[in-house]
């Protein structure tokens, strides 16, 4: 992932510093020198035989011309240019940019108004529209706060700054985020991510809320991914490298592989992705294969990385376990996986809970190679590799008092289980989120 540039300020920190000395450099204007040896600079709107009518930026005078003792007069553009600085330096900014459109329609090159107007226009949207909605951040309006910065995102959707709103909506809905999870509404908190990754998808921020709401669930070992994730993002979060290193003794690296076997490895290596994703579309109507093959790959991360990561991933979750483990299960849909000893069990529980019963054979082959005892570092267990979480999840739902502990390791439970959840992961829980997919 290629490291951000957190500090969307630093942009306008060097344009105002480039500005700020194109300012201290000579901007010529109308002067006037009195009788007693004021010098007043601005802008000759009026003149007559008697009299001149003098603009500045405090006020607007007429001088008699025998109080006068000189008058420097210079173009428009030049007088325009100086008062509209002025007004800037004053902070009056809606009159610094009607001088600074003045004195482009009066002839200063484009590349001075530009930058100009490029100030005044950060500088008034930041000191006046921006710090409104700042103010309902601050307390803590979250929602309504969206609506603002949302509100000045499309007025200001082609402006420079507009990566500046971007990152304010995402903190906004990062805010949603732990609000509705601390109010026992987990669903709700995983979409608010999903709109802050959406606003700003390299906010190391938004994955340590991720990951710290994902450890509040006893999800670890996914909670481990999303610190991976936001370091990637940000290297100099030095606590951060303690708690992940912590994690890793216990759990491994996250962006490693788990419970796939030697031969799908090998298997895997033999064989393209496009090509596999090829073979598969062949048996798939053109209308349909994009739908279905979308709806396959996010059942998919789903299952491997959490219900909780495909949603604020919007169905694209970017862990390298991930998009490995997708590869595998495509790659022995493929093939004739050899009969073996729980076919019968497979073939019952899938057609009972409608799903494939040779997806569930490529899961099974992928996770544990049918082995019933497998037990990841994850601490996911049998034949599907479910945990702990899943699996009280899942047999709450079947109506069922079976212990984790006692059963997990039972083939046909283990199957019951896994088909069970692959049927509410798709027919319940992803139509919430993706209903144009499952539909």
Same mark, same amino acid.
Request: proline share 3%; glycine share 2%.
């Given at each position: 992932?290629?490291?951000?540039?957190?500090?969307?300020? *630093?942009?306008?920190?060097? *344009?105002? =510093?480039?500005?700020?000395?194109?300012?201290?450099?000579?901007?010529?204007?109308?002067?006037?020198?009195?009788?007693?040896?004021?010098?007043?600079?601005?802008?000759?709107?009026?003149?007559?035989?008697?009299?001149?009518?003098?603009?500045?930026?405090?006020?607007?005078?007429?001088?008699?011309?025998?109080?006068?003792?000189?008058?420097?007069?210079?173009?428009?553009?030049?007088?325009?240019?100086?008062?509209?600085?002025? =007004?800037?330096?004053?902070?009056?900014?809606?009159?610094?940019?009607?001088?600074?459109?003045?004195?482009?329609?009066?002839?200063?090159?484009?590349?001075?108004?530009?930058?100009? &107007?490029?100030?005044?226009?950060?500088?008034?949207?930041?000191?006046?529209? &921006?710090?409104?909605?700042?103010?309902?951040?601050?307390?803590?309006?979250?929602?309504?706060?969206?609506?603002?910065?949302?509100?000045?995102?499309?007025?200001?959707?082609?402006?420079?700054?507009? #990566?500046?709103?971007?990152?304010?909506?995402?903190?906004?809905?990062?805010?949603?985020?732990?609000?509705?999870?601390?109010?026992?509404?987990?669903?709700?908190?995983?979409?608010?991510?999903?709109?802050?990754?959406?606003?700003?998808?390299?906010?190391?921020?938004?994955?340590?809320?991720?990951?710290?709401? *994902?450890?509040?669930?006893?999800?670890?070992?996914?909670?481990?991914?999303?610190?991976?994730?936001?370091?990637?993002?940000?290297?100099?979060?030095?606590?951060?490298?303690?708690?992940?290193?912590? &994690?890793?003794?216990?759990?491994?690296?996250?962006?490693?592989?788990?419970?796939?076997?030697?031969?799908?490895?090998?298997?895997?290596?033999?064989?393209?992705?496009?090509?596999?994703?090829?073979? &598969?579309?062949?048996?798939?109507?053109?209308?349909?294969?994009?739908?279905?093959?979308?709806?396959?790959?996010? *059942?998919?991360?789903?299952?491997?990385?959490?219900?909780?990561?495909?949603?604020?991933?919007?169905?694209?979750?970017?862990?390298?376990?991930?998009?490995?483990?997708?590869?595998?299960?495509?790659?022995?849909?493929?093939?004739?996986?050899?009969?073996?000893?729980?076919?019968?069990?497979?073939?019952?529980?899938?057609?009972?809970? #409608?799903?494939?019963?040779?997806?569930?054979?490529?899961?099974?082959?992928?996770?544990?190679?049918?082995?019933?005892?497998?037990?990841?570092?994850?601490?996911?267990?049998?034949?599907?590799?479910?945990?702990?979480?899943?699996?009280? #999840?899942?047999?709450?739902?079947?109506?069922?008092?079976?212990?984790? #502990?006692?059963?997990?390791?039972?083939?046909?439970?283990?199957?019951?289980?896994?088909?069970?959840?692959?049927?509410?992961?798709?027919?319940?829980?992803?139509?919430?989120?993706?209903?144009?997919?499952?539909?």
């Amino acid at each position: 992932m290629i490291q951000r540039n957190y500090n969307y300020h *630093l942009f306008f920190i060097v *344009l105002l =510093f480039t500005i700020s000395l194109s300012i201290i450099q000579v901007v010529y204007a109308d002067e006037v020198t009195l009788s007693n040896g004021t010098h007043i600079k601005g802008y000759i709107k009026e003149e007559d035989s008697h009299s001149i009518t003098f603009f500045t930026p405090e006020t607007t005078i007429k001088l008699n011309k025998s109080n006068i003792i000189e008058i420097k007069r210079e173009p428009k553009s030049e007088s325009f240019l100086y008062l509209a600085d002025e =007004f800037l330096k004053r902070k009056l900014y809606r009159y610094a940019q009607e001088y600074y459109i003045k004195a482009n329609e009066a002839g200063i090159d484009k590349k001075t108004f530009d930058e100009r &107007l490029k100030q005044v226009t950060y500088l008034g949207f930041k000191e006046n529209e &921006l710090a409104k909605a700042d103010k309902i951040f601050e307390e803590k309006k979250y929602q309504k706060a969206v609506d603002e910065y949302m509100s000045l995102l499309t007025k200001y959707s082609d402006a420079p700054f507009a #990566d500046e709103i971007k990152e304010k909506i995402s903190i906004s809905y990062q805010k949603l985020a732990e609000n509705a999870f601390d109010h026992v509404d987990p669903n709700a908190a995983y979409f608010y991510l999903q709109r802050a990754l959406k606003y700003d998808p390299f906010s190391y921020r938004v994955h340590n809320t991720f990951a710290t709401i *994902l450890s509040k669930q006893g999800l670890n070992q996914q909670a481990l991914r999303e610190y991976q994730e936001s370091l990637k993002i940000n290297p100099k979060q030095s606590d951060l490298q303690q708690t992940i290193a912590k &994690l890793e003794v216990q759990y491994g690296k996250a962006d490693t592989l788990r419970n796939i076997s030697i031969i799908t490895k090998i298997a895997d290596a033999k064989i393209a992705n496009i090509q596999a994703r090829k073979e &598969l579309e062949k048996e798939i109507p053109i209308k349909e294969r994009k739908l279905k093959n979308d709806a396959l790959n996010i *059942l998919l991360q789903a299952y491997n990385a959490g219900p909780a990561a495909v949603v604020v991933y919007d169905g694209n979750v970017t862990y390298v376990e991930t998009k490995q483990y997708i590869s595998n299960v495509n790659y022995w849909l493929q093939k004739d996986i050899n009969r073996n000893t729980y076919d019968e069990i497979i073939e019952k529980y899938a057609e009972k809970f #409608d799903i494939d019963k040779n997806l569930v054979k490529a899961i099974i082959k992928v996770e544990s190679d049918f082995n019933p005892g497998a037990i990841s570092k994850a601490n996911a267990r049998g034949l599907m590799q479910i945990t702990r979480t899943t699996w009280n #999840d899942t047999v709450e739902r079947l109506g069922l008092k079976w212990d984790y #502990d006692q059963y997990v390791f039972d083939p046909e439970k283990n199957i019951t289980v896994g088909c069970h959840y692959l049927s509410w992961l798709k027919s319940k829980y992803l139509p919430t989120f993706f209903g144009d997919i499952f539909a």
